[in-house]
């Protein structure tokens, strides 16, 4: 069984009648694996709730389905689910699988492209609550699930993104975040993800790109 706590501090800025003043918080980060999993499931399935809620992604989450899911990474040996909390609050997840255990069609671009990943991992659920983004909690989380997959003899990471800011935000695309990590992203092995955007009825397409990094 895989089990780390990692603690570190961030400071944010908050005003107070005008006074700009650094906040410091304690963040730690639990992993957990097998049964560990079923006993947070509702816990994790929130915070994908919340994280997937906004930019880029604004995924109608369906819990009924990521409570099963959940279910189903406690049965692999393979899965880790980090989360950080501040103090007892969860504000961040970073979810792991071998590569070679996700479902057939997140392969297919590994088919299609003469392409290996029996010692890939691969990272899935990912992100922070909206308010946190950009302290660095992201950072300490993909780094916690490369540390494990190294340490498990996995060559490389994976993870498949949205490639566009498809709102006309402004935004920069979820890419650059993978690629300051140095990941390289490889524009022909995509992915045409379809899911319900916050507010509509049906389902729409999504584009997402594989990008990668050795260890």
Not at 81 to 105: L, W
Request: hydrophobic content about 35%.
């Amino acid at each position: 069984m895989y089990k780390t706590l990692l603690i570190f501090c961030l400071t944010m800025t908050i005003n107070l009648c005008g006074v700009e003043c650094p906040l410091k918080m304690k963040v730690h980060i639990e992993a957990y694996t097998g049964n560990e999993i079923v006993a947070h499931t509702q816990e994790i399935v929130n915070l994908i709730t919340h994280t997937y809620i906004n930019y880029p992604y604004y995924n109608q989450i369906d819990e009924a389905a990521y409570t099963e899911c959940m279910h189903y990474f406690a049965q692999s040996k393979t899965v880790v689910i980090c989360v950080a909390y501040i103090n007892e609050t969860p504000v961040g997840i970073a979810s792991g699988i071998a590569m070679r255990e996700m479902p057939y069609f997140y392969k297919t671009p590994f088919y299609t492209n003469e392409q290996t990943f029996d010692t890939l991992y691969n990272i899935g659920e990912f992100g922070v609550v909206p308010d946190l983004k950009g302290l660095g909690i992201e950072k300490k989380l993909s780094k916690n699930l490369e540390s494990y997959a190294k340490e498990n003899n996995y060559t490389g990471v994976c993870r498949f993104e949205m490639d566009a800011n498809e709102d006309g935000s402004g935004y920069p695309p979820k890419t650059e975040f993978w690629e300051n990590r140095g990941y390289v992203k490889n524009e022909a092995m995509d992915l045409d993800l379809t899911w319900k955007n916050i507010g509509d009825d049906q389902e729409s397409s999504h584009r997402a790109v594989y990008m990668f990094k050795k260890l």
